[in-house]
């Protein structure tokens, strides 16, 4: 991503995005998969518990920080605070809201995934984040607002309309993901993230460190290689997440509302099967039920589990990676 954000300065806008569609979008997808592995305890060797000496999760940590960059919102404070507990609190309608991810005080998000299912399906719950506008725009009465781009998005769905509910979709998502840039730069400055006001110092203290070290790579980027770095990173953290990009199938899907025909009972969680080649494309990505089932299993061996329990998951060809 770093040689191809350099190579996009000196191309035309148009290729920039074509750059950014392939293979800028999949190397994108790519790290967060890498990543996520390594989160998960997949990435380095398990039989020890230091890796060159460095202690094991120490160099997790490391990996986690500095191979979320070059991007311009990066995955990092995702992995960081939210997906773990997301595996921990997937489908609790108490935990799993936009209002208490916002409001809570506990250093982790209570689903982190949250964040990402409300552009595209309807929570339970209070919407968030909630803000307090300031008494001069308000004659002197308090007053509190509910700000959701995601809950705004999605309310303009409508039955029947696939082409303007994914319009309303890409446009939200991309719009949330371009205010992430700008909030970054708050943080920067400020050292809080004030989405999230009522979160510990060290909660902060770490989306500072981390957006601090992100900017500097950016402007790095910006001087060497001019705006268009920049928006290929921006279109490659982006594109494979919205229509009609291949690998949206999976991240659409992935957590649905989907019920059984046999025992009636909810399907929360869906893979994507496609073919050895897609399954390369979105590097395991797309096996997320298998995943769910069994976290620490690393991205090359999800797809032998249906070999091994096919009872458990859907038949069908050989395609894993």
Same mark, same amino acid.
């Given at each position: 991503?770093?040689? $191809? ?8 806008? $148009? ?56 991007? @311009? ?40 995934? @949250? ?52 319009? &309303? ?18 943080? @920067? ?18 989306? &500072? ?21 920049? $928006? ?26 989907? @019920? ?9 969680? &869906? ?51």
């Amino acid at each position: 991503l770093a040689a $191809l954000s350099v190579l996009a300065g000196s191309l035309h806008p $148009l290729q920039v995005i074509l750059l950014a569609i392939f293979p800028g979008s999949m190397f994108s997808l790519w790290q967060l998969q890498i990543l996520h592995d390594c989160l998960h305890g997949c990435f380095l060797d398990k039989s020890s518990s230091r890796v060159l000496g460095i202690r094991k999760r120490r160099l997790q940590r490391w990996i986690l920080f500095w191979g979320s960059m070059p991007s @311009v919102f990066g995955y990092y404070l995702y992995l960081r605070f939210g997906h773990l507990t997301h595996h921990n609190h997937f489908g609790d309608p108490e935990k799993g809201t936009l209002a208490k991810l916002f409001d809570s005080d506990r250093k982790d998000f209570e689903d982190g995934d @949250v964040l990402f299912v409300a552009h595209r399906m309807k929570l339970k719950g209070e919407v968030g984040p909630k803000f307090q506008l300031p008494p001069i725009f308000t004659g002197g009465i308090p007053r509190e607002v509910t700000m959701s781009i995601s809950k705004s998005g999605f309310s303009a769905w409508r039955d029947g309309s696939p082409l303007k509910n994914g319009f &309303a979709f890409a446009s939200s998502f991309l719009f949330e993901r371009f205010m992430l840039v700008i909030n970054d730069c708050v943080v @920067v400055i400020a050292g809080r993230n004030f989405f999230f006001p009522n979160k510990p110092k060290e909660f902060h203290d770490s989306c &500072a460190v981390y957006c601090r070290c992100a900017v500097l790579v950016r402007l790095a980027l910006l001087a060497f290689a001019g705006w268009r770095s920049l $928006l290929f990173l921006f279109l490659s953290e982006t594109l494979w997440s919205i229509p009609p990009h291949p690998a949206c199938a999976m991240f659409v899907t992935n957590h649905g509302s989907g @019920v059984d025909e046999q025992t009636g009972t909810c399907i929360p969680s &869906a893979s994507t099967y496609a073919g050895s080649w897609y399954s390369l494309f979105t590097l395991g990505t797309n096996y997320h039920c298998e995943h769910h089932d069994f976290p620490s299993i690393p991205l090359h061996k999800l797809g032998m589990l249906r070999e091994i329990a096919p009872e458990f998951y859907r038949a069908g060809k050989k395609d894993n990676i």
